[in-house]
Nanobody, 120 residues
Framework: QVQLAESGGDLVQAGGSLRLSCVVS????????MGWFRQAPGKEREFVAF????????NYASSVKGRVTISRDNAKNTVYLQMNSLKPEDTAVYYC?????????????WGQGTQVTVSS
Protein backbone atom coordinates (compact mmCIF):
# COMPACT_ATOMS: atom_id res chain seq x y z
CA GLN A 1 0.00 0.00 0.00
CA VAL A 2 1.24 3.46 -0.92
CA GLN A 3 0.67 6.33 1.48
CA LEU A 4 1.31 10.01 0.89
CA ALA A 5 1.37 12.88 3.36
CA GLU A 6 1.40 16.55 2.36
CA SER A 7 2.59 19.39 4.53
CA GLY A 8 3.58 23.03 4.27
CA GLY A 9 0.24 24.64 3.56
CA ASP A 10 -0.32 27.95 5.28
CA LEU A 11 -1.94 31.36 5.15
CA VAL A 12 0.19 33.80 3.17
CA GLN A 13 -0.26 37.21 1.63
CA ALA A 14 -0.43 37.76 -2.10
CA GLY A 15 3.04 37.88 -3.59
CA GLY A 16 4.45 35.57 -0.96
CA SER A 17 5.94 32.13 -1.35
CA LEU A 18 5.38 28.69 0.06
CA ARG A 19 6.96 25.27 -0.27
CA LEU A 20 4.80 22.20 -0.01
CA SER A 21 6.20 18.77 0.74
CA CYS A 22 4.87 15.29 0.13
CA VAL A 23 6.39 12.22 1.73
CA VAL A 24 5.73 8.85 0.13
CA SER A 25 5.83 5.62 2.08
CA UNK A 26 8.05 2.63 1.37
CA UNK A 27 10.47 4.45 -0.88
CA UNK A 28 8.10 4.39 -3.84
CA UNK A 29 9.01 7.91 -4.92
CA UNK A 30 11.93 6.58 -6.93
CA UNK A 31 9.66 4.20 -8.81
CA UNK A 32 6.74 6.42 -9.73
CA UNK A 33 6.17 9.80 -11.21
CA MET A 34 4.53 12.35 -8.94
CA GLY A 35 1.91 15.00 -9.45
CA TRP A 36 0.52 17.96 -7.58
CA PHE A 37 -3.15 18.90 -7.88
CA ARG A 38 -5.37 21.43 -6.22
CA GLN A 39 -9.04 21.92 -5.61
CA ALA A 40 -10.81 25.10 -4.59
CA PRO A 41 -14.32 25.14 -3.12
CA GLY A 42 -16.94 24.69 -5.80
CA LYS A 43 -14.37 23.87 -8.47
CA GLU A 44 -13.06 20.70 -10.03
CA ARG A 45 -9.70 19.29 -9.13
CA GLU A 46 -7.00 20.93 -11.21
CA PHE A 47 -3.63 19.64 -12.34
CA VAL A 48 -0.72 21.75 -11.14
CA ALA A 49 2.58 19.99 -11.83
CA PHE A 50 4.19 16.68 -12.72
CA UNK A 51 7.66 15.23 -12.29
CA UNK A 52 8.92 11.89 -13.54
CA UNK A 53 10.77 9.25 -11.55
CA UNK A 54 14.19 10.89 -11.63
CA UNK A 55 13.28 14.51 -12.17
CA UNK A 56 14.25 14.59 -15.83
CA UNK A 57 10.80 15.60 -17.04
CA UNK A 58 8.62 18.31 -15.53
CA ASN A 59 5.27 19.63 -16.62
CA TYR A 60 3.18 22.53 -15.34
CA ALA A 61 -0.28 23.87 -15.79
CA SER A 62 -0.36 27.13 -17.69
CA SER A 63 -1.98 28.85 -14.72
CA VAL A 64 1.12 28.33 -12.56
CA LYS A 65 3.96 28.13 -15.06
CA GLY A 66 6.72 30.53 -14.16
CA ARG A 67 5.63 30.74 -10.54
CA VAL A 68 5.87 27.10 -9.48
CA THR A 69 8.69 24.58 -9.43
CA ILE A 70 8.27 20.88 -8.75
CA SER A 71 11.24 18.87 -7.52
CA ARG A 72 12.00 15.65 -5.72
CA ASP A 73 14.50 14.13 -3.36
CA ASN A 74 14.34 10.40 -3.85
CA ALA A 75 16.67 9.73 -0.93
CA LYS A 76 14.03 11.28 1.32
CA ASN A 77 11.07 9.89 -0.62
CA THR A 78 9.81 13.43 -0.89
CA VAL A 79 8.46 15.64 -3.64
CA TYR A 80 8.24 19.42 -3.30
CA LEU A 81 6.20 22.20 -4.80
CA GLN A 82 7.83 25.60 -4.52
CA MET A 83 5.31 28.35 -5.14
CA ASN A 84 6.24 31.98 -5.60
CA SER A 85 4.31 35.14 -6.42
CA LEU A 86 1.21 33.61 -4.95
CA LYS A 87 -2.17 34.96 -5.91
CA PRO A 88 -5.54 34.75 -4.14
CA GLU A 89 -6.73 32.43 -6.91
CA ASP A 90 -4.08 29.94 -5.80
CA THR A 91 -6.14 29.33 -2.68
CA ALA A 92 -7.05 25.66 -2.60
CA VAL A 93 -6.38 22.34 -0.98
CA TYR A 94 -3.24 20.95 -2.57
CA TYR A 95 -2.83 17.21 -3.07
CA CYS A 96 0.09 15.09 -4.12
CA UNK A 97 -0.55 11.92 -6.06
CA UNK A 98 1.28 9.02 -7.60
CA UNK A 99 0.81 5.67 -9.27
CA UNK A 100 2.37 3.23 -11.71
CA UNK A 101 1.01 5.01 -14.80
CA UNK A 102 1.44 8.71 -14.16
CA UNK A 103 3.03 8.99 -17.59
CA UNK A 104 -0.46 8.28 -18.92
CA UNK A 105 -2.06 10.82 -16.63
CA UNK A 106 -3.33 8.20 -14.21
CA UNK A 107 -2.92 8.69 -10.47
CA UNK A 108 -4.05 5.95 -8.12
CA UNK A 109 -2.78 7.12 -4.74
CA TRP A 110 -3.56 10.44 -3.13
CA GLY A 111 -2.68 12.28 0.02
CA GLN A 112 -5.26 13.98 2.20
CA GLY A 113 -4.22 17.45 1.14
CA THR A 114 -2.82 20.59 2.69
CA GLN A 115 -4.61 23.94 2.73
CA VAL A 116 -3.06 26.93 1.01
CA THR A 117 -4.76 30.26 1.57
CA VAL A 118 -3.56 33.43 -0.13
CA SER A 119 -4.97 36.68 1.17
CA SER A 120 -5.19 39.99 -0.64
Amino acid sequence: QVQLAESGGDLVQAGGSLRLSCVVSRGTLSMYGMGWFRQAPGKEREFVAFIDTNGSVRNYASSVKGRVTISRDNAKNTVYLQMNSLKPEDTAVYYCATGPRTYRGEYDYWGQGTQVTVSS
